[in-house]
């Protein structure tokens, strides 16, 4: 987390609030702005909402999106910077608090509107339909017949993207050719 030192929260296994961290995009400019380790490294810990779906900061206002299930206390971690905070758009009071952290930190009351708290679903959604994708759990899966992928040389003129060196093209190991490449013009 930015700031003059770094920062270590430790949780109890079972907190009695459920803190989520939403990442702060980086340079907008930066295709991969929103991709922690990436283009980004800040994160900022919320506690209190059931979902926290973004999170952003714009000089010292720190915006947040996300749901409630419950009027629940805010509590936030964040760059010692952020003196105002907004939740899906609307201007929040908060309070610094000194007992979240050593560095203190910050205290909101977050109400669930009472508007959306009898809101009823129609038509009702039944008869859900799933398909089991996760073959390798079952009992009787079985990659006997799987190839090793160890070839460290090939044929094929493009580099790979990714790999430690191993080449992953299908066709090395007798599979079909499947390869998304750029096409001559
Ligand atoms: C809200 O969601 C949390 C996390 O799933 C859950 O523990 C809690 O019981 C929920 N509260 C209500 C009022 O549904
Ligand atoms: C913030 O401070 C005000 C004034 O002391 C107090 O009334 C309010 O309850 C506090 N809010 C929170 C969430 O601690
Ligand atoms: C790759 O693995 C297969 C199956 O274990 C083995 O027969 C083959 O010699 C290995 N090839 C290389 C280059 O290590």
């Known amino acids: 987390m930015e700031g003059p030192f770094l920062l270590l929260h430790f949780l109890a296994g079972v907190s009695s609030?459920?803190?989520?961290?939403?990442?702060?995009?980086?340079?907008?400019?930066?295709?991969?702005h929103n991709f922690w380790g990436l283009g980004t490294d800040q994160p900022?810990?919320?506690g209190g909402p059931y979902l926290v779906h973004s999170a952003s900061i714009t000089g010292m206002e720190l915006a947040l999106k996300g749901n409630l299930n419950?009027?629940?206390?805010?509590?936030?971690?964040?760059?010692?910077?952020?003196?105002?905070v907004t939740w899906n758009g609307a201007a929040l009071s908060i309070n610094a608090s000194s007992s979240l952290?050593?560095?203190?930190?910050?205290?909101g009351e977050l109400m669930l509107s009472s508007?959306?708290?009898d809101i009823t679903v129609t038509p009702r959604l039944e008869g859900w339909k799933f398909q089991d994708s996760l073959l390798e759990i079952q009992p009787m899966?079985?990659?006997?017949?799987f190839v090793i992928a160890n070839h460290t040389t090939t044929n094929v003129p493009w580099k790979l993207y990714y790999s430690d060196g191993t080449i992953l093209y299908r066709c090395d190991y007798g599979l079909p050719l499947?390869?998304?490449?750029?096409?001559?013009t």
Do not use: C, Q, R, Y
């Open 44 to 46: 900022v810990l919320v």
């Open 17 to 32: 609030t459920h803190f989520l961290a939403p990442v702060i995009p980086g340079d907008a400019s930066d295709s991969l």
């Open 115 to 117: 508007a959306s708290v």
């Open 101 to 107: 952290t050593v560095v203190g930190g910050l205290v």
């Open 141 to 145: 899966f079985d990659d006997g017949l």
């Open 178 to 184: 499947n390869l998304n490449l750029p096409t001559s």
């Open 70 to 84: 419950t009027s629940t206390l805010l509590k936030i971690i964040a760059p010692t910077v952020i003196s105002s």
